[in-house]
């Protein structure tokens, strides 16, 4: 009998019963696309010009309005003014015979390219928990309603007992 019950209990203590727990990751997913845009602006080649008339002096005295008048061309037949970068240029002169203050300028033809990307981050995550069951073998749980059973019927037997020993000394009831 005490071999009986010592395998009992050491079955009971060494049972293969197993935890079984379910469990849930968590994975992050990342997803980049790239999205580029290409733009190319070309404008045209620019020519200007600007004429401005120079007035003659006129107050009356023709003595001092010839001499005005020499001084001014003097002055300005000394612009000759020439300007050029690459393609692009400028320019200033007088005309003497015209009386006339001429500006040039050109603009060469210019390209201006530009292009964008986009980048768009996708993140896909799943958050998973790992939630422990318990998990009680089915011997144990037949042991544990027959120990329920057997305390009860226990129970029933020590107060029917005690029912009968009362019973006798108190025959009333």
Known sequence: ?????????????????????????????????????????????????????????ETGNKNIDSIVNAEIDKILSKIDTNKASGSNELS???????????????????????TKTNIFDKNHSTKVVEVPVKYIPKWVECLAYFGAFS????????VRWFYKQYRKINPVL
């Not at 200033?92 to 530009?114: C, P, R, T």
């Open 92 to 114: 200033f002169s007088y005309d003497k015979l015209a009386k006339v203050l001429i500006a040039y300028g050109k603009v060469a033809e210019s390209k201006n390219q530009e």
């Open 151 to 158: 305390l009860s019927y226990l129970l029933f037997l020590v």
């Open 1 to 57: 009998m005490k071999k009986l019950l010592i395998i009992a209990i050491v079955f009971t203590l060494l049972s293969c019963g197993t935890k079984k727990i379910i469990e849930q990751k968590t994975t992050v997913e990342k997803e980049l696309k790239k999205d580029s845009t290409f733009v190319s602006i070309t404008s045209t080649e620019i020519k200007d010009s600007l004429r401005v008339k120079v007035s003659s002096s």
